[in-house]
């Protein structure tokens, strides 16, 4: 069995840190496999990365006391996206966007639910959900 666990993040980067090699010090320091899902230096005010992290749960906790200590916000992916079924008109648009098929329709009933697992937070049903249903709490 493997001790190794997976984690989503998202780190916001304060302008100060957008041209470090964060990415590296996760690799090599804290011995982490990453996978970058999203990325985005575009405005200093909200600079992300979006990405999958694996390692043993000591590693990615002084990872994350890393990030911190490098004023570097970190969020947890779990807390990040919501599907809010309250506003949710069940239109099917963001379930034939969805490339991992993390949003489904349920043929039965023609209910659309989500799955926080598959989601990668490519952020097109968050783009075209026309009820904005589709809630992301980590964008600042």
Not at 89 to 95: A, D, N, Q, R, S
Not at 101 to 122: G, P, Q, Y
Request: negative net charge.
């Amino acid at each position: 069995m493997s001790d190794k666990i997976r984690k989503k993040w998202v780190l916001h980067f304060p302008s100060n840190q957008v041209d470090k090699p964060i990415a590296y010090h996760l690799v090599k320091d804290y011995n982490l496999v990453i996978n970058i899902l999203q990325a985005s230096a575009m405005d200093e005010k909200d600079s992300f990365l979006i990405l999958e992290v694996v390692g043993r749960r000591k590693d990615i906790d002084h990872a994350h006391a890393f990030l911190v200590t490098q004023e570097i916000d970190v969020v947890d992916m779990e807390k990040g996206i919501n599907l809010n079924i309250n506003k949710c008109i069940h239109c099917g648009l963001c379930v034939g966007l969805c490339p991992t098929k993390a949003l489904t329709i349920n043929r039965d009933t023609w209910e659309v639910s989500f799955d926080k697992s598959d989601c990668i937070v490519c952020d097109l049903c968050l783009k075209y959900c026309p009820v904005k249903a589709i809630e992301m709490e980590f964008l600042k």
